[in-house]
T-cell receptor
């Protein structure tokens, strides 16, 4: 039981490049989330998915898109990366109608 | 809107010292409250939670009590160890039609010296 997995662990991009961060969970959870973590700002919600086939914006969605590919997988895409998107990105999942989220190990992204 | 305020760090303590990390919140209704811990290079792990007023969450020697009258959820440990060095996040959860969204504090870094 791997829990929540994220790939890649590290990534360096140039301004304007695109990439997709992958997240998968094997706990049969309904809800999935993407956060970014910046120094002094805690974690901020980018997008979330209450269930397969649905996605909603969080606090800081600009510059990102998401896809809930199936119940297990929830990807985050940066279409045209900017230096302001340099951050650590965390994926999380949560069983339906419970409030404890389980986090992945994170992806450290640097945009030059 | 909802918010969580944590004491700023870093907090540096000697091994076996008493730890308090303050957390206060602003929210309507009765959210659940959480403490998560992040060890270096890792993701967040749930440390403890409390779901209603006067509940005490506890785990690994850490405790926090949900105080509605003071809107607080302070984290305490009687005797810290070097292995407790990490970043601690206070959070509240908000129900959005059966899906729970978190509001996090900014995190408090704890360093314990041997």
């Amino acid at each position: 039981n791997a829990g929540v997995t994220q790939t890649p662990k590290f990534q360096v991009l140039k301004t304007g490049q695109s990439m997709t961060l992958q997240c998968a969970q094997d706990m049969n959870h309904n809800s999935m989330y993407w956060y970014r973590q910046d120094p002094g700002m805690g974690l901020r919600l980018i997008y979330y998915s209450a269930s397969e086939g649905t996605t909603d914006k969080g606090e800081v969605p600009n510059g990102y898109n998401v896809s809930r590919l199936n119940k297990r997988e929830f990807s985050l895409r940066l279409e045209s990366a900017a230096p302001s998107q340099t951050s650590v990105y965390f994926c999380a999942s949560c069983p339906y109608y419970t409030d404890t989220q389980y986090f992945g190990p994170g992806t450290r992204l640097t945009v030059l | 809107g909802d918010s969580v305020t944590q004491m700023e760090g870093p907090v540096t303590l000697s091994e076996e010292a008493f730890l308090t990390i303050n957390c206060t919140y602003t929210a309507t209704g009765y959210p659940s409250l959480f403490w998560y811990v992040q060890y270096p290079g890792e993701g967040l792990q749930l440390l403890l939670k409390a779901t209603k007023a006067d509940d005490k969450g506890s785990n690994k020697g850490f405790e926090a009590t949900y105080r509605k009258e003071t809107t607080s959820f302070h984290l305490e440990k009687g005797s810290v160890q070097v292995s407790d060095s990490a970043v601690y996040f206070c959070a509240l959860s908000r129900d959005t039609s059966g899906t729970y969204k978190y509001i996090f504090g900014t995190g408090t870094r704890l360093k314990v010296l041997a």
